[in-house]
C-alpha cells in the first residue's frame, strides 16, 4: 500500500506557552500529508474542486497523542489510505521525530472524508479519482 512521507519543521507559532506544539496544528501537518498523497497518485485535490466539483470536507479526526512535538524539531509525517468507498474516503497519519534510538512515534491519526458537490450534497468520487484510490488499497 502506497505511503506518502514528508517532512516539516516545527515553527514557534505552533507551540503553547509550553513551548509544546498545540494539538489542533497536528491537523494541518496531516492535511500536508494527505494533499501531497494525493498528488503522488497523480491528481491535485485542487484541481478535483475546480474541474470536478468534488470536495471532501472533513467529517470526524481521531489522533492519540503519544509524545510532545517542540519548537524547530524537525517531523515525519507519513500518510496512507485506510479505507475507500464511492463517498467515503480514509486516511491515516503517523507523526515521527528522529531520536537517538530511531524514529520515535509522536501521534497516530485518522480523518474521514466525505465526497460532496460545491452544494455540500453526497456524490460518489468521480472514476478517474476511485480508481488510483482503490489501487492504493492493493
Keep these: 500500500?502506497?505511503?506518502?512521507?514528508?517532512?516539516?519543521?516545527v515553527r514557534y507559532?505552533?507551540?503553547?506557552?509550553?513551548?509544546?506544539v498545540y494539538h489542533a496544528n497536528y491537523f494541518v501537518w496531516f492535511e500536508m500529508g494527505r494533499v501531497e498523497f494525493l498528488r503522488q497518485l497523480g491528481f491535485e485535490y485542487k484541481q478535483m474542486e475546480?474541474?470536478?466539483?468534488?470536495?471532501?470536507?472533513?467529517?470526524?479526526?481521531?489522533c492519540r497523542y503519544k509524545a510532545p512535538a517542540r519548537y524547530d524539531e524537525l517531523?515525519?509525517?507519513?500518510?496512507?489510505?485506510?479505507?475507500f468507498r464511492s463517498s467515503v474516503v480514509k486516511f491515516a497519519y503517523r507523526l515521527l521525530r528522529d531520536s537517538?534510538?530511531?524514529?520515535q512515534l509522536l501521534a497516530e491519526a485518522e480523518t474521514t472524508h466525505v465526497v460532496v458537490d460545491g452544494?455540500?450534497?453526497k456524490r460518489p468520487?468521480?472514476?478517474?479519482?476511485?480508481?488510483?484510490?482503490?489501487?492504493?488499497?492493493?
Design 1 to 9: 500500500m502506497p505511503q506518502t512521507t514528508i517532512t516539516v519543521r
Design 13 to 20: 507559532a505552533e507551540t503553547d506557552q509550553m513551548g509544546v
Design 50 to 62: 475546480i474541474a470536478d466539483d468534488c470536495h471532501l470536507p472533513v467529517i470526524e479526526a481521531t
Design 75 to 83: 517531523l515525519t509525517i507519513e500518510t496512507r489510505l485506510s479505507a
Design 100 to 103: 537517538p534510538g530511531g524514529k
Design 119 to 121: 452544494t455540500m450534497q
Design 125 to 138: 468520487l468521480p472514476e478517474k479519482y476511485a480508481v488510483p484510490l482503490r489501487e492504493a488499497l492493493r
